[in-house]
């Protein structure tokens, strides 16, 4: 029976990050208790799935388990499926919206985020949907069909991968973005121009620099989606995926600093002693810029959750790696590693066929980035090998970044020959 009044670690989420620190909890040694508390009525999963091999039948929602309900139970980890309704940084405990109080020793805030909704007429429609959850998943996966038509709002990766997994499904596919390219500032414009040319291919009717503006239900079904340039498109089903809110209202309310985020330092601390935020919710200094960053990424809650359960039992360990993730499109991957946003200029390695590595440089030369597409058997070593770069920071000369001749492993061990 697991103690509910003696202080132990209490780690609100549920979703990757808290499932992957409760473990790295008791990897760390840690022997009292462990609880964990999330919303959602299933054990911690993985997202990347659920926008990918969910949508297109090759994953079950069981195989997007973090862990098994075994491990959790040899782990000794008490889950709890209930809402945290408050923080009390005074006394040091939590309130479940069911009134049980839990104190804490340590505790984790790994809160993630919901998915961002359309503010417009017609948004709330059955027919209008958003993806964060697996059941927002199993939902969409039930819309997917041949023959049907999905409208998809927002060119990012989720919009992106959506699109591409209901083309494969046989939907005709409309994908609308505010902006005159994909993907945001997050790629750089010739990475994401392989990314339009692509979804062009396949099929996707793509309208760039269009908005919607309403959305009204049609007989006997479906919808029309007015967009600002005047024209509509008549729809089974509205997918929406403009980006997420990060779920900082417990933090916020209980007075911790948020901005973007909750804001951590290096360590994964809050402003409140004993309060650790890590994950999508977490606001970070980046490891290369320092700059305050958040990250909605995989590797991000894998990695800041271990952290993050390494200094709740005391040790002293800093997020040092740089960021990364990726995203599946067709037979395609995108992948970016460390702050491109740091880099004044890019270097282009183009390794045929359309696959390319963009590295990212700074003012002084220093590697701070890479941004890599491509068609994914093919182009996935040297793309190991770009990241390894970025992670060791290592500095090459743009010319040779460039130069399929130099290689990538040669820079990475630092035995390219230099002339
Ligand atoms: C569809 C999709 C596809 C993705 N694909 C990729 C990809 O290809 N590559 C990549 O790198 N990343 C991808 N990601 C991003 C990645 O999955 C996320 O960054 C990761 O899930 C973040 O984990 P987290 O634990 O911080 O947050 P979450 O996974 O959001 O978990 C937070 C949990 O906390 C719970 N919670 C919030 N508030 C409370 C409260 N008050 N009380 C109790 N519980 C609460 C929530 O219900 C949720 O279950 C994808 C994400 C999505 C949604």
Redesign the pocket.
């Known amino acids: 029976m697991t103690d509910t009044t003696t202080p132990g670690m209490v780690i ?8 992957r620190a409760a473990q790295a909890l008791r990897e760390a040694g840690w022997t009292g208790s462990i609880h964990l ?4 009525r299933h054990l911690p999963y ?3 799935p ?3 091999e969910l949508l297109t039948g090759e994953k079950t929602a069981g195989a997007c388990q973090l862990r098994s309900a075994q491990a959790l139970i040899d782990d000794d980890v008490r889950l709890h499926t ?4 408050a923080l009390d940084t005074t006394r040091r405990c939590i309130t479940l919206a069911n009134g049980q109080v839990l104190p804490y020793h340590r505790l984790l805030l ?4 919901s ?1 961002r909704c359309l503010d417009i007429p017609g948004a709330d429609l059955p027919e209008v949907l958003t ?3 697996v059941d927002d ?1 199993l939902l969409l996966s039930q819309r997917l069909g041949t023959g049907r038509r999905l409208l998809v709002v927002g060119g990012g ?2 919009g992106l ?1 959506v699109a591409a997994s209901a083309r494969r499904a046989g939907m005709a596919v409309t994908l609308v973005e505010g902006a005159r390219r994909l993907l945001g500032r997050a790629v750089p414009a010739d990475i994401a121009a392989g990314a339009q040319a692509l979804h062009q291919a396949h099929g996707v009717d793509l309208r760039l620099g269009v908005l919607p503006t309403a959305i009204v239900p049609r007989q006997p079904g479906g919808v029309r989606v007015q967009l600002n340039d005047g024209s509509q498109v008549d729809a089974d089903t509205v997918l929406v995926g403009i980006g ?1 809110k990060p ?1 900082t ?2 933090a916020r309310t209980a007075g911790l600093t948020v901005a973007q985020g909750i804001v951590v330092d290096a360590a994964l601390r809050t402003s409140a002693p004993e309060v650790f935020a ?4 977490a606001e970070f200094p980046g490891p290369l810029s320092g700059q305050p960053m958040r ?7 894998e990695t800041q959750a271990r952290v993050a359960a390494h200094n709740m039992v005391g040790g002293h360990e800093v997020v040092h790696q740089p960021p ?5 499109q067709y037979d395609h991957q995108l992948q970016v590693c460390g702050e491109p946003a740091m880099g004044t200029h890019t270097v282009v390695r183009e390794l045929g066929g359309g696959d390319r590595i963009a590295f990212h440089l700074d003012a002084q030369e220093r590697l701070v980035g890479m941004s890599a597409w491509g068609l994914a058997p093919r182009c996935l070593k040297e793309v190991k090998l770009a990241r390894l770069l970025v992670e060791r920071r290592i500095n090459a000369r743009p010319a040779d970044l460039h130069d399929l001749a130099v290689k990538l492993k040669a820079l990475a061990a630092g035995t390219a020959v230099l002339t």
């Open positions: 609100v989420g549920a979703g990757h990050c808290g499932g508390i999330g919303m959602e993985e997202r990347p659920l926008s990918k209930q809402r945290v309704s790994a809160t993630g985020g998915a993806l964060r959850t998943a990766f989720i991968e997420m779920a209202a417990l890590a994950g999508d919710v990250q909605e990424t995989w590797f991000n809650a990364w993730f990726w995203s599946d």
